[in-house]
């Protein structure tokens, strides 16, 4: 689970801060291309916070969005946005019949799981997923840059491409694409969380902060550029993030 007070900071920030826009402008042009003309209209969003991304996809792709998410702070954001067929429950038990989408989405979710334990929602969006389906996360990467907000968010673990490829194809996924993201910015943050933050003995506190629109652009500008280079087809070797696209064995 993730603090719930984040969640205030999540729906305050995700429409213009530089991290939430250039992200999602990479993930829909991964999706984007993952997707392709392939017939997609049933789709899972496993762990949806506030539903803010949901309520875009749903928008822009006319796909029917199962937005799904454990904690009712985020739930609350989701149907104040009017979103359809949201529901409360747990991507390690999920409450739908196997083979039910065409795909499923999960963002910074399966981070919030012990170390081992990671596997049960993953053995769940496959079972969730129909033969030939898609299967899209996103995770944070590398151990080496936990922060204070990891911490703060009750973030448990993070990813290499190795490790997130192995767990998924060991529950019937086979990959199609896995890029790490937010490359650009990484001597940034390697100097904030390994450096500035042990120096000045940060407590634990929210990333999510409102910074000046000057620097709210200047940091943006770096994601755009990574947007257009995996929008090119390219992939990044390291990065803060990483996404992953598989396919469910027919």
């Known amino acids: 689970m993730m603090n719930?007070?984040?969640?205030?900071?999540?729906?305050?920030?995700?429409?213009?801060?530089?991290?939430?826009?250039?992200?999602?402008?990479?993930?829909?042009?991964?999706?984007?291309?993952?997707?392709?003309?392939?017939?997609?209209?049933?789709?899972l969003e496993a762990g949806c916070g506030t539903g803010y991304d949901a309520l875009i996809l749903q928008e822009r792709c006319g796909?029917?969005?199962?937005?799904?998410?454990?904690?009712?702070?985020?739930?609350?954001?989701?149907?104040?946005?009017?979103?359809?067929?949201?529901?409360?429950?747990?991507?390690?038990?999920?409450?739908?019949?196997?083979?039910?989408?065409?795909?499923?989405?999960?963002l910074d979710v399966i981070v919030h799981f012990p170390r081992g334990e990671e596997e049960r929602p993953v053995a769940e969006f496959s079972r969730v997923l129909a033969p030939g389906g898609l299967l899209v996360l996103r995770v944070a990467a590398l151990d080496s840059l936990r922060s204070r907000h990891s911490q703060f968010t009750?973030?448990?673990?993070?990813?290499?491409r190795r490790r997130l490829v192995a767990l998924t194809s060991k529950h019937g996924i086979r990959l199609l694409r896995c890029t790490y993201a937010n490359t650009l910015l990484l001597p940034v943050a390697l100097a904030k969380f390994r450096l500035w933050e042990p120096l000045t003995r940060q407590a634990p506190q929210s990333g999510v902060r409102p910074v000046s629109p000057w620097l709210n652009r200047l940091l943006m500008l770096p994601l755009a550029a990574e947007s257009r280079w995996i929008a090119a087809g390219r992939n990044f070797f390291i990065g803060q993030s990483l996404i992953f696209v598989g396919e469910k064995a027919g």
């Open 4 to 43: 719930p007070s984040e969640f205030e900071n999540i729906a305050r920030a995700e429409r213009d801060f530089w991290w939430y826009r250039g992200m999602r402008r990479i993930l829909f042009d991964v999706l984007g291309a993952a997707v392709g003309q392939r017939p997609v209209n049933r789709v």
């Open 154 to 160: 009750c973030e448990r673990q993070r990813f290499t």
């Open 63 to 106: 796909w029917q969005i199962f937005p799904l998410d454990l904690q009712r702070e985020g739930l609350q954001y989701g149907r104040s946005y009017g979103l359809l067929r949201l529901s409360q429950g747990d991507v390690a038990a999920l409450p739908f019949p196997p083979a039910t989408f065409d795909l499923v989405l999960s």
